[in-house]
């Protein structure tokens, strides 16, 4: 925390003056026998809402407290450590930052604004949490660069940065959010984006591209704020999104049983869709909430809509496949290869691709030479009936019959048998 | 399990010396053979199919190299199984059509006697059990439940694995029709054949570990004489005895056309 360059002035001077003979004299009232040298310093960040000392300063925590702390209870730290004179606060910060023409030129030519928002500051989900050093933070480094070097009135450093462009300053600075969220943060290494990232493409989405930076709020209040976020760059899956059956429901009656994009697609750990494994476990993705009875009732939808594609060819297939190798593409029917993926609408739909008048195209698309009588080949969800497939129905009941009555009767028939042999020999 | 052609290369003379009888031929040996491999084959990989859920028909599907593979399996033995029915039928036109045999697994009314009979000495109200032909009534049952069921398990396969094909001149839900014919039908086949084969050729008392018959050809003159005790009057010209033989008889009797014939009539 120490400067290179410090601006002395006389009220500072006087100000230090004081603050030592203070120090100097409140060490001796209170701990005599202590060696006087050292003095605790003053906690840098507001402590309400934050009395969770050791989250961040146990000894696994983001600033562990030093060796021969170990003794002391949470509620102790504020005995020693003063919390009135809160050190660094946000607000130092944007008594510069404020200023709108505040900003510094890159190598590449790119001019990176320095201000920052104060009000939006305080209002984000950081506010009164954070300050502004908690990510940025510049221990140690001490100089200024780029072109617009500023003289750093404060005693806070400013420390060298080396990127060419804004979005290299972003990917420099974006993980400073894993000090905290490093759950989320792993998570995002297995994501498609992440490959995307790793490939070199500078474009692929970090922490702030979704959360925002000093504007951070909670991601998915309202729910159709997530979709939004998602729309920033994937924008024609939005556009199909929000005309489907979920998106209309989502949009005009927030709805909140609708799946959002993360719904289906997961958060931070964002697999890529276009693999045979997504494939695969697509039919989970859609059964999770198709058969839930509670969620289905309210639409009367049937729930037994999984039951009866997993009893049927496709099902079957794509369900032993998944407990088998999932990187293999099976090409029988999941869910989206009818119903579509992101533009589904209701099946009662005229547009819908699975009503009767449009699914023989549907069919066509695997089975190429399929005829118009070739769609009822699949029950379309129904289980069989006297009124939905009699033929069907009528065959199962009658091995239902059948196959019992002649169990019974083979049985019968070797009791019988045996009966008959063992009293022979008697 | 076919069309009865009489043991004509042995000499009827030299029947009764014999203690065993030549029951079936090398190719009807090799044709049961050929059923019986089919058979196990279509019903593991088919049964776990139908059953897949299940934990054990998982495992066997995973294990047998996943579901592309299972019915890779399934449908490389249905061509099998469909070759050796057609070939089975081919040779019953020969037999019926060309040769004239005697259709000895040919259902008759004293079959349906034999069942009464049989079920009557069981329950003690006769003093012995009928007397069998060639083929006894059981014998006859699990014939024509492998040429029925094994057409309709041929004809619902060939729907399930060319669907559109019948869908150019068929309804679709013949489609489904026929899965639920195929795996129900091949259930009871199943069914039919550990419950009630495997008795009778490998449990069943006097029988048991196993009725070598099929593999053989061979039936000892014990058995034949108790078993088949019409056909063996009828090879040797034996008189069956009015009790059911406890041993074989140690000489034929004279007159063995006119007692088989007068057995027959008191059995029915």
Redesign the interface.
């Known amino acids: 925390m120490h400067i290179a360059r410090i601006q002395l002035s006389a009220s500072a001077l006087w100000g230090a003056v004081l603050v030592g003979l203070i120090t100097v004299a409140a060490i001796v009232i209170t701990n005599s026998s202590r060696a006087a040298a050292q003095s605790p310093p003053p906690i840098p960040h507001p402590v309400a809402g934050q009395e969770q000392c050791l989250v961040c300063h146990g000894s696994q925590g983001l600033k562990p407290f030093p060796a021969g702390h170990a003794a002391f209870d949470e509620k102790s730290c504020v005995t020693c450590h003063s919390t009135a004179s809160a050190g660094v606060k946000a607000q130092d910060c944007i008594n510069c930052h404020a200023e709108k023409p505040l900003s510094m030129n890159l190598t590449g030519g790119e001019k990176l604004s320095l201000y920052v928002d104060g009000a939006e500051y305080e209002t984000s989900i950081h506010g009164g949490k954070l300050i502004c050093t908690d990510c940025h933070n510049y221990s140690g480094a001490s100089t200024t660069s780029g072109a617009g070097t500023l003289a750093i009135a404060s005693e806070y450093a400013h420390p060298s940065r080396d990127v060419a462009n804004k979005r290299e300053y972003s990917l420099a600075l974006y993980e400073v959010c894993k000090r905290c969220h490093f759950d989320n943060y792993t998570k995002t290494l297995d994501s498609v984006h992440y490959q995307v990232l790793a490939r070199g493409d500078q474009s692929a989405p970090i922490c702030t591209d979704c959360h925002g930076a000093h504007n951070v709020s909670a991601p998915s209040q309202p729910r159709s704020k997530t979709s939004q976020t998602c729309a920033g760059c994937h924008q024609s899956l939005y556009e199909q999104y929000a005309t489907s059956v979920h998106g209309t429901a989502l949009i005009h009656d927030n709805n909140s049983d609708v799946p959002v994009c993360t719904d289906c697609h997961k958060s931070h750990t964002i697999e890529d869709p276009r693999t045979a494994a997504f494939r695969l476990e697509s039919v989970q993705i859609c059964s999770g909430c198709h058969s839930n009875e509670t969620i289905m009732q309210k639409y009367g939808i049937s729930t037994r809509v999984v039951k009866t594609y997993l009893e049927d060819f496709h099902g079957a297939t794509v369900a032993l496949q998944t407990k088998d190798n999932k990187d293999i593409w099976v090409n029988e029917a999941v869910c989206t290869d009818c119903h579509g993926v992101h533009n589904i609408v209701a099946v009662d739909s005229p547009s819908s691709p699975v009503i009767k008048a449009n699914l023989v195209n549907v069919c066509r698309n695997c089975h190429a030479d399929a005829t118009e009588n070739f769609p009822s080949a699949w029950l379309s969800h129904y289980e069989p009936t006297v009124h939905k497939a009699p033929l069907v129905y009528f065959i199962r009941r009658f091995y239902w019959v059948l196959i019992p009555f002649i169990v019974v009767g083979l049985l019968a028939h070797i009791v019988i048998d045996l009966w008959r042999t063992i009293t022979n020999r008697k | 399990m076919t069309v009865s052609e009489l043991p004509a290369t042995e000499t009827p003379a030299k029947d009764s010396e014999r203690d065993y009888f030549v029951r079936f031929k090398t190719s009807q040996r090799i044709e049961h053979i050929v059923l019986m491999v089919t058979f196990i084959l279509l019903a593991v990989t088919g049964l776990a ?1 139908k059953f ?2 299940a934990g054990w028909a ?1 495992w066997l ?2 294990h047998m190299g ?2 592309s593979v299972t019915r890779l399996i399934h449908r490389i033995f249905a061509g099998v199984f469909t070759l050796s029915i057609l070939y089975h039928f081919a040779y019953l036109f020969r037999a019926v059509f060309i040769k004239h045999s005697k259709l000895t697994m040919m259902p008759t009314v004293r079959d349906l006697r034999d069942v009464v009979n049989e ?1 009557r ?3 003690g109200l006769a003093d012995r059990p009928p007397r069998f032909g060639r083929f006894d009534y059981r014998q006859k049952f699990e014939y024509w439940g492998i040429i029925f069921g094994g057409l309709i398990i041929i004809i619902s396969g060939a729907i ?1 694995m060319f ?2 094909a019948i ?2 001149v ?8 026929a ?3 195929h795996g ?2 091949a ?2 086949a199943v ?2 054949i550990v ?2 084969h495997l ?1 009778d050729v490998m449990f ?3 029988i048991f570990p196993a009725d070598t018959t099929i593999f053989t050809g061979k039936l000892s003159r014990k058995r034949m004489a108790e078993e088949h005790a019409l056909e063996y009057a009828e090879l040797t010209g034996a008189t069956p005895d009015d009790e059911r033989p406890a041993s074989p008889p140690e000489a034929p009797g004279p007159a063995g056309q006119i007692a088989a014939g007068k057995s027959a009539e008191t059995t029915g």
């Open positions: 199919q897949y859920t998982e599907i995973l996943g579901i079920l000495y069981s329950f399930l669907p559109t869908t150019l068929l309804p679709g839900q013949v489609v489904p029709a899965k639920e014919f129900n039908e259930t009871l069914i039919v419950i009630w008795y069943r008392p006097g």
